[in-house]
Structure formats: structure tokens, C-alpha cells
């Protein structure tokens, strides 16, 4: 695991989109797992000023979402898939129809979930983009999930709802259930980047990259994955114990080993 601490926001989201950028360019048919919340929005932006400006092109890539409300309609503003193309998908040349999320209105909602991760595990995501919630969750991975997880329902917990009201009139809008990648899934992925900024995501950083590996921090299980990457601002970085040792071996990186 490399934790990079950068300076602000803004340079976090600039070095998460340059390791997208980076494999866009140098893989064949790439596959790009992405996140919602507010985490990856400046890499996004990002990508796609370098789509407008350079010319960076997603024709030959793939996508896929990490997880999904269930029950909301077909469109809604608020469901991820519709997020992901408002928010990046929409503006790049990346297929819509090879942007890939869950079916949450199957009628066999658990046959629905095998199916995509199936579809995740066939294309193999070379790059996955990822938030973390306050609680230690990625995905829908709450405490208590199975380390090796797969896609499946979870019910979200009323604090999880409360962080996602924002989105919403109110929490009582805020769907219950979801459908999540599994944390078995997410790690199959070649490469696992974690975006983090502000205070109120030091604790759960903390626990993620120096504490115990435990169901308790669903994201600690990161810590056993053979490529990972960790970009925080230095509020984000706040409660690491050995940041001073993070700072200095990023500061004396080869140029020649890139992210």
C-alpha cells in the first residue's frame, strides 16, 4: 500500500487522474471501475478537461459501477448509474453502452447480482477508482461485511443514510437497500485507488492503513491487495501515525516508478 499525502484537494484529484489517464492510454480495451459521492468528482473533472484539451480518448475503454440504490426509478437523478453519466461518462467518449451497473430492477434481484459480478470478474478492471465512508465502508460494504464478499443486497444503516441525505429532499428519501460489489469483487481489480480529503475522513484513513485488518473497517482489507494507492490531503491524513514516513518516501519516489 503507497499513502501519498498531497497538499490540497486539487493535486489529490489531479494524481488520481493521472494514474486513469495513464492506463486510458497504455492498456488495450482498459476497464475503469468507477465510484460516486464527492471523493472522485475532481478526478473526473479532471479527465475530462484532459478528454477536451489533449485529446485523452475512453472510444476503446469499459466502465463499471461499484453498487446502486434499489428502488428507485428507471432515470432517477440520484441513482448512481445516472450520476456517473452526469457527473463524467456524459462527457467523454467512453460508450454509454459499455458503461456496466447493476440491475436493480430484476425481478430475481440475487440471480441480478451474480450476474454482475460475473460481467466484473470477465472484464477485469484494470483501475478502481474509491471513496471510503466514516464508518470504514467502501462500496456498501458496511462493518460486518465478509472480507471476501461478492456482489449482494445490503441494507444501509441509518448513518449511512444520514450521510447521503444531502442528496435527497430528506433521509426518509434515501432508499434502504442497495446492491454493492462485494469486497471479494472490488479487490480483484487490478489496481485499487483510494481518494480521501478533509478532516472528517482522517478517522476512518486511519483505521484503513494502520489499524487491525477487521470486518470492523470493511477498507482495511485493502491492506492485504498487492497494488494500492492511497491520495490524501493532509486533513484527510491527519490521524496517521506515520505520516512523516509517508511524506518522505513519496518525496524520494524514482521518477521512473510512477503510481
Given at each position: 500500500m503507497e499513502v501519498v499525502i498531497a497538499g490540497s484537494p486539487d493535486e489529490v484529484a489531479q494524481l488520481a487522474a493521472g494514474i486513469v489517464a495513464r492506463v486510458v492510454s497504455t492498456t488495450e480495451q482498459p476497464v475503469i471501475g468507477l465510484a460516486t459521492g464527492s471523493s472522485p468528482l475532481g478526478a473526473y473533472r479532471s479527465l475530462i478537461d484532459?478528454?477536451?484539451s489533449t485529446g485523452l480518448s475512453f472510444a476503446g475503454a469499459s466502465?463499471?459501477?461499484l453498487d446502486e440504490y434499489v428502488g428507485l426509478p428507471?432515470?432517477?437523478p440520484?441513482?448512481?448509474?445516472s450520476v456517473i453519466r452526469t457527473e463524467f461518462i456524459d462527457h467523454v467518449d467512453l460508450p454509454v453502452e459499455r458503461l456496466h451497473s447493476p440491475d436493480v430492477h430484476a425481478t430475481d434481484l440475487a440471480a441480478a447480482c451474480d450476474a454482475y459480478d460475473r460481467t466484473v470478474v470477465e472484464l477485469g478492471v484494470d483501475v478502481?477508482?474509491?471513496?471510503i465512508g466514516a464508518d470504514g465502508h467502501i462500496g456498501f460494504n458496511e462493518p460486518g461485511s465478509s472480507l471476501s464478499s461478492r456482489t449482494r443486497i445490503k441494507t444501509l444503516t441509518d448513518r449511512t443514510r444520514s450521510d447521503n441525505a444531502r442528496f435527497?429532499?430528506?433521509?426518509?428519501?434515501?432508499?434502504?437497500?442497495v446492491v454493492t460489489q462485494g469486497l471479494g469483487t472490488i479487490t480483484a481489480a487490478a489496481h485499487l485507488v483510494m481518494i480521501a480529503t478533509g478532516s472528517g475522513k482522517?478517522?476512518?484513513?486511519a483505521a484503513m492503513v494502520e489499524g487491525p485488518v477487521g470486518a470492523s473497517c470493511p477498507a482495511s482489507v485493502l491492506q492485504f491487495h498487492r497494488h494500492v494507492t492511497v491520495l490524501l490531503d493532509d486533513d484527510a491524513a491527519g490521524e496517521l501515525r506515520h505520516g512523516d514516513y509517508y511524506r518522505e518516501t513519496y518525496r524520494h519516489k524514482p521518477p521512473w516508478q510512477h503510481l
Open positions: 484532459q478528454h477536451r466502465a463499471v459501477t428507471y432515470g432517477h440520484e441513482s448512481y448509474r478502481q477508482l474509491l471513496g435527497f429532499d430528506s433521509i426518509g428519501d434515501v432508499p434502504r437497500h482522517a478517522t476512518p484513513i
